[in-house]
């Protein structure tokens, strides 16, 4: 579906007007997911994180979770990055994150405490080029899911070399030491995290594109097929804020 923000000139000097030609959608059908995993495979190469492989895909048995969305970030209908994201609560915690970071994250959990864990956030390398601005307009969407889903939490799972940026632009704070993460043996993760309620309203200020309706919202994480495990954690019945635009912290890359 097509953005729901206004553009921001002064956020995105060389990106207001690409804003106007993106288009977010729900992977699900299995061509789409075939063009995901495609991609994926040709950033990771490019970056020097994965070793050539025949079937030239990359993909996880995390894809078809039940508390996962995978994100394509369309400009001009062609695909250009993408991200997945998975909404982790005491009854569904589901993700590669809850692995290399159980201990921190399950006693959380157990509380009742909702994160938004974004992942696999890839962009095509061509793309890349052309369109620099793309990592702010696809984090965005981790934004809009903490708003949808009243998350505590922003997760970034993120190799080592790119805490300065969440640090600066999300305001996320590093939990833990770096540690091995599967599918990269050259390259170790961290645990970044943003307290939303806390730092929701500065970001906004600063980066106004994060702003969505809550028709966005809704036409963003409706499955066309609905999943076994709910979708909404029972959290949202009691909402902070639901007519204030949305925000999120941070994105794994």
Not at 8 to 16: D, K, M, Q, T, V
Not at 76 to 96: G, P, Q
Not at 208 to 223: C, D, G, K, V
Request: net charge neutral.
């Amino acid at each position: 579906m097509k953005s729901g923000a206004e553009p921001s000139a002064a956020l995105l000097p060389r990106g207001a007007a690409l804003f106007d030609r993106i288009d977010y959608r729900l992977i699900e059908t299995p061509e789409d997911k075939d063009n995901l995993y495609l991609m994926r495979y040709r950033a990771y190469l490019q970056a020097g994180l994965i070793p050539p492989s025949e079937s030239q895909r990359v993909t996880d048995r995390f894809d078809d979770a039940p508390n996962v969305w995978n994100f394509g970030v369309y400009v001009d209908d062609e695909l250009c990055s993408s991200v997945r994201i998975h909404v982790l609560t005491a009854e569904c915690r589901m993700s590669y994150t809850t692995e290399v970071f159980g201990d921190v994250l399950h006693p959380r959990l157990d509380r009742g405490e909702v994160f938004v864990d974004p992942c696999r956030f890839v962009a095509d390398p061509e793309m890349q080029q052309r369109f620099p601005e793309l990592p702010y307009l696809t984090v965005r969407l981790p934004f809009v899911a903490c708003e949808h889903f009243n998350a505590d939490v922003g997760l970034s799972m993120v190799r080592t070399d790119h805490q300065a940026f969440y640090r600066r632009v999300f305001l996320s704070e590093t939990l833990t030491e770096p540690r091995s993460f599967p599918g990269w043996p050259t390259k170790k993760a961290v645990l970044m995290a943003s307290d939303y309620p806390k730092v929701r309203e500065k970001i906004l200020t600063r980066f106004p594109i994060m702003r969505s309706s809550a028709f966005e919202r809704r036409m963003l994480f409706t499955r066309s097929i609905p999943r076994q495990a709910a979708t909404r954690p029972a959290l949202l019945t009691t909402p902070r804020n639901r007519d204030v635009a949305a925000l999120a912290v941070g994105s794994a890359y």
